[in-house]
């Protein structure tokens, strides 16, 4: 089993900068290198949209929303996946999700989301 736990969102002005992380708290179980796993945001009223994700190999991509801003990365050792996130711009604001997945891109576990808001 896998049970995700976002953290790191909050109050930033345009311009900054924010890192949110994403740890799997279960320490028996599943272990997140077995995973692809993504980063999701979704504001009232919109569907939840995948930004970034990473696959159990690496390999990096990014909506062209936030590519060259946002960079996720993985540390399967410690079981946690981070999204640095800079130049935030108040289109950004959103609660952040980050989620597991067995197969791209199909989501299998969700963490409870982080809320990110950014200010002019």
């Known amino acids: 089993q896998v049970r995700l736990v976002e953290s790191g969102g909050g109050l930033a002005q345009s311009g900054g900068s924010l890192r949110l992380s994403c740890v799997n708290s279960l320490t028996s179980g599943h272990i997140l290198s077995q995973y692809h796993m993504g980063w999701y945001r979704q504001n009232p009223q919109k569907r939840r949209d995948l930004v970034a994700t990473?696959?159990?190999?690496?390999?990096?991509d990014y909506d062209d929303s936030v590519k060259g801003r946002f960079t996720v990365s993985r540390d399967d050792a410690g079981n946690k996946v981070w999204l640095q996130m800079n130049d935030l711009k108040p289109e950004d604001t959103a609660v952040y999700y980050c989620?597991?997945?067995?197969?791209?891109?199909?989501?299998?576990?969700w963490g409870q989301g982080t809320q990110v808001t950014v200010s002019l």
């Open positions: 989620a597991a997945h067995a197969q791209p891109w199909r989501p299998s576990y």
């Open positions: 990473i696959t159990r190999d690496g390999v990096e």
